[in-house]
T-cell receptor, first 115, second 117 residues
Framework: AQSVTQLGSHVSVSEGALVLLRCNYSSSVPPYLFWYVQYPNQGLQLLLKYTTGATLVKGINGFEAEFKKSETSFHLTKPSAHMSDAAEYFCAVTTASGGSYIPTFGRGTSLIVHP | EAGVAQSPRYKIIEKRQSVAFWCNPISGHATLYWYQQILGQGPKLLIQFQNNGVVDDSQLPKDRFSAERLKGVDSTLKIQPAKLEDSAVYLC???????????????FGEGSRLTVL
């Protein structure tokens, strides 16, 4: 079975400050990892993903994440927060199950950006 | 390219009534998902289809929830009878990959918000 833990239901930063959203996963097989963002009253949209290859992946809007197998982590970072980054962020893991791929989402982290 | 379409966007019903949600995935996407998102929580997978076959429905409350995907395209999720705890946003998503192929991302619709009074 796979699971995702996002540490901190809310993260508050000042505009221009570093953003760090934490994600740890549990999986018995190599995972595929994703970060999604959800703005109010909208569906989720993909920020970035790790499947294979380079462990540091870059996404949209200046976000990046690093897959660390030894730490079972996939933390999301952005060097400088912008007001428009305020949203809900979800980490997700997908692993194979009986020939199919089942995505599992974390509980989400709400990013609050102060002026 | 058109995105994932869902309707209705909002629905208010009383407990014990029934409700149905509709989803039209992105053209050509073989895999379709229904997620339940309760306020303040992450999406919980209810059912996953690959074409018109069910891949996983282990978390679908089958005594009241049902879903179908006729002809491997559109899908309908039904709740009958509804309970107060069913109040949530129901998200439909689709993806292009098939089993054994490249893992791609999920494309989500805007969701259908259900309020049960």
């Amino acid at each position: 079975a796979q699971s995702v833990t996002q540490l901190g239901s809310h993260v508050s930063v000042s505009e221009g400050a570093l953003v760090l959203l934490r994600c740890n996963y549990s999986s018995s097989v190599p995972p595929y990892l994703f970060w999604y963002v959800q703005y109010p009253n909208q569906g989720l949209q993909l920020l970035l993903k790790y499947t294979t290859g380079a462990t540091l992946v870059k996404g949209i809007n200046g976000f990046e994440a690093e897959f660390k197998k030894s730490e079972t982590s996939f933390h999301l970072t952005k060097p400088s927060a912008h007001m428009s980054d305020a949203a809900e962020y979800f980490c997700a893991v997908t692993t194979a199950s009986g020939g199919s791929y089942i995505p599992t989402f974390g509980r989400g982290t709400s990013l609050i950006v102060h002026p | 390219e058109a995105g994932v379409a869902q309707s209705p966007r909002y629905k208010i019903i009383e407990k014990r009534q029934s409700v149905a949600f509709w989803c039209n995935p992105i053209s050509g996407h073989a895999t379709l998902y229904w997620y339940q998102q309760i306020l303040g929580q992450g999406p919980k997978l209810l059912i996953q289809f690959q074409n018109n076959g069910v891949v996983d429905d282990s978390q679908l409350p089958k005594d009241r929830f049902s879903a179908e995907r006729l002809k491997g395209v559109d899908s309908t999720l039904k709740i009958q009878p509804a309970k107060l705890e069913d109040s949530a946003v129901y998200l439909c998503a689709s993806s292009l990959e098939l089993a054994g192929r490249r893992i791609g991302e999920l494309f989500f619709g805007e969701g259908s918000r259900l309020t049960v009074l």
